[in-house]
């Protein structure tokens, strides 16, 4: 089930990687997008699948389930959301004010 996951992270990540190099920055941001959602599923992987009881004052049992790994990605999901809508954002203004998505439009120079 792990080399699934794998698989897929790197997946998620050479398709993440296609659209970064892309010239509309739509594409861009949804790269970034998918890159994160690679990185929480890298994270989760990571983590593993415990066997245990939450660890509660009081609980005695023989193992407890480590929480950290799914806070830290609660944590990069929030943070990612709101990276990607404040990009979203900027990338609305700048269709406004200039009337195109083309990065290399976006430059303002003429390179040849």
């Known amino acids: 089930m792990e080399t699934i996951i794998i698989l897929l992270v790197g997946v998620l990540t050479s398709v993440a990687i296609y659209l970064l190099l892309a010239k509309s920055l739509i594409r861009v941001i949804l790269g970034t997008a998918i890159l994160s959602h690679a990185v929480h599923l890298l994270i989760l992987t990571m983590g593993g699948l415990k066997e245990g009881t ?40 700048a269709y406004q004010e200039l009337g195109t998505d083309d990065l290399n439009e976006m430059r303002g120079v003429n390179d040849e």
């Open 54 to 93: 939450v660890p509660l004052l009081g609980e005695e049992a023989e193992s407890y389930v480590d929480a950290l790994p799914q806070a830290l990605i609660l944590t990069a999901i929030v943070i990612s959301f709101a990276v990607t809508a404040f990009i979203l954002v900027l990338a609305y203004r």
